[in-house]
């Protein structure tokens, strides 16, 4: 009887041990399952949902990375006009971006590109930021320019499943006021030195922009380079803007570039961080804009 006893007992410890470890197995798997971030997301889908709502409209559109999401204000500028620039827009999805727009866009007369210190060799897919890529993909249907990893793989299905229940739309032709800055106390140093680095990797982003100039010239649409400004003291960690931008002023067929480096109007008062226009500095950006097309005349 004791033997029986001891032979239930330890086939009932191991039942509780096994079914431990099947919880802890899940609960690890669940703990390490790369998850959408809803910030990123939330602010692509809004755009993406307005734009498809005021397409038959819009004549100008603005690609470009963060630079040009917060620093371009829509609905000042024109009723037709539409920010598509998101967090992190590198040249490959500005370009492809351009593709689907023409597509969609049968008034599309204007593009103006935001174009940083870091635009020639920033690679969307190879930062800590890459789930954005699956986002466009679903969104935008542009494929990835690597092959697809494990990680991608699980965001585009989290993104399906999510984006079937989001309800939310803007009415700002894609302008979305950055409310999400670096804390003050983010070292200056390091992001001048993640600027720098990417402005002297040696990449396949300028094609990118070669293919987006060629695509306009291509299809008679007007575009705009727009260099934009920073906060001073990020300007004095940097070269001169001669330096910093040499491979762009190289290129052949240049459109015109608005450059706002170093641009006087804008006070450290217009900045949410190093390099971002807060709502007041965006006024100023946008405004400037108007005066240099013709539109606040």
């Known amino acids: 009887m004791k033997s029986l006893y001891n032979i239930l007992q330890k086939l009932f410890t191991f039942k509780i041990s096994l079914f431990s470890q099947i919880i802890n197995l899940k609960n690890n798997n669940t703990n390490s399952k790369p998850k959408i971030n809803k910030e990123f997301i939330n602010e692509i889908i809004l755009k993406y949902n307005e734009f498809q709502l005021k397409k038959e409209n819009i004549d100008t559109l603005i690609l470009g990375s963060s630079h040009g999401a917060a620093g371009f204000i829509s609905n000042q500028y024109s009723a037709n006009s539409f920010n598509l620039a998101s967090a992190s827009q590198d040249l490959y999805y500005?370009?492809?971006?351009?593709?689907?727009?023409?597509?969609?866009?049968?008034?599309?007369?204007?593009?103006?590109?935001?174009?940083?210190?870091?635009?020639?060799?920033?690679?969307?897919?190879?930062?800590?930021?890459?789930?954005?890529?699956?986002?466009?993909?679903?969104?935008?249907?542009?494929?990835?320019?690597?092959?697809?990893?494990?990680?991608?793989?699980?965001?585009y299905k989290q993104i399906k499943k999510y984006y079937k229940n989001f309800k939310k739309y803007i009415s700002s032709n894609g302008y979305i006021e950055q409310q999400i800055f670096f804390p003050s106390d983010y070292p200056i140093n390091e992001r001048a030195k993640t600027h720098l680095r990417e402005n002297q990797r040696e990449n396949d982003q300028m094609d990118y922009l070669r293919k987006i100039i060629e695509t306009c010239k291509q299809d008679n649409i007007n575009l705009k380079i727009i260099i934009p400004p920073l906060r001073n003291d990020f300007y004095n960690l940097l070269p001169d803007e001669n330096i910093l931008f040499a491979k762009l002023y190289q290129q052949d067929n240049l459109p015109e570039i608005f450059s706002f480096w170093k641009n006087e109007i804008f006070k450290d008062s217009d900045f949410g961080d190093f390099d971002h226009l807060n709502y007041s500095g965006a006024r100023k950006l946008t405004s400037l804009i108007k005066d240099k097309v013709g539109l606040n005349e």
Not at 123 to 145: S, V
């Open 94 to 155: 500005s370009y492809h971006l351009l593709k689907y727009c023409k597509n969609e866009l049968k008034n599309l007369k204007n593009i103006y590109l935001f174009f940083s210190v870091f635009s020639f060799g920033f690679d969307l897919q190879k930062t800590i930021e890459k789930q954005r890529c699956a986002f466009f993909k679903y969104l935008f249907n542009i494929p990835y320019k690597y092959d697809a990893d494990i990680e991608l793989e699980v965001y």
